[in-house]
């Protein structure tokens, strides 16, 4: 079965920075654009960064020149490190299939990031 673990969250000071690791099983992890998402308390569900299995790359707006996506195709791994983070990048981060190219799959738990003084 698909399942989809996320770490590596955390509480950070504004400026900080924080490394998100998914770990995927149950797919074929190299065929897959993969993206990480986020949802803050009260709003929808968001997509953050996407990296296709060509490893072509797309981020928010918010996220360029501060978040990276990149992946490990042996251990099966989307990470996303984050830089510079503010306030507003405070919600629960998730990794799934890229919603603009693959069927979404079950939803991990998530990751909490907040950033906070």
């Known amino acids: 079965q698909v399942q989809f673990v996320e770490s590596g969250g955390g509480l950070v000071q504004p400026g900080g920075s924080l490394r998100l690791s998914c770990a995927a099983s149950g797919i074929t992890f190299r065929l897959y654009a993969l993206a990480w998402y986020r949802q803050a308390p009260g709003k929808q569900r968001e997509l953050v960064a996407a990296?296709?299995?060509?490893?072509?790359?797309d981020y928010a707006d918010y996220a360029k020149g501060r978040f990276t996506i990149s992946r490990d195709n042996l251990r099966n791994t989307v990470y996303l490190q984050m830089n510079s983070l503010k306030p507003g990048d405070t919600a629960v981060y998730y990794c799934?299939?890229?919603?603009?190219?693959?069927?979404?799959?079950?939803w991990g738990q998530g990751t909490q990031v907040t950033v906070s003084s």
């Open positions: 990296i296709s299995s060509l490893s072509e790359i």
């Open positions: 799934n299939s890229d919603q603009r190219r693959e069927v979404i799959l079950p």
